[in-house]
């Protein structure tokens, strides 16, 4: 097992392709996170700002902590992911996924925001 560990932006090596096709088999939640699993891949854990887009609604959070509700996530559970991408500064990640859901991760860079684990590597940007 390959314990690479990365703080605070996305590294170009990391490979985010796959992410791409796979499907949200769970969402977990503690009072300050929110987890969603991958079918063969792996997960991501969330505990910073995010926007999510449904059914043509944004919802913007800055901060989930206390997670009092399921902030409308679980809309994504069984989707399959079309695309996956960063910002230039790669601390930003952009998951879309079917049915033109579109979920923004917000690096923050002073703050752990959210954690990729793919095949054993994790990074926390």
């Known amino acids: ?9 996305i590294p170009i090596k990391f490979d ?7 499907k949200i088999i769970q969402i977990c939640f503690t ?7 991958f079918e063969k891949v792996g997960f991501i854990s969330v505990e910073g700002g995010f926007s999510f887009l449904c059914n043509d609604k944004k919802y913007d959070y800055k901060e989930i ?10 809309k994504l559970l069984e989707k ?9 500064k790669r601390n930003d990640l952009t998951l879309e ?14 703050y752990e925001s959210y ?7 994790k990074v926390i940007v």
């Open 97 to 110: 996924f079917e049915e033109n859901i579109v979920l923004e991760l917000f690096g923050n860079g002073m």
């Open 65 to 74: 902590h206390p997670v009092t509700n399921d902030l409308g996530i679980l």
């Open 31 to 37: 009072i300050n996170t929110f987890s969603l699993f």
């Open 16 to 22: 985010l392709n796959s992410f791409k096709d796979a």
């Open 80 to 88: 399959k992911v079309t695309k996956v991408y960063t910002n230039q």
């Open 115 to 121: 954690t990729l684990n793919v095949s054993g590597e």
């Open 1 to 9: 097992i390959n314990h690479s560990f990365i703080m605070y932006t």
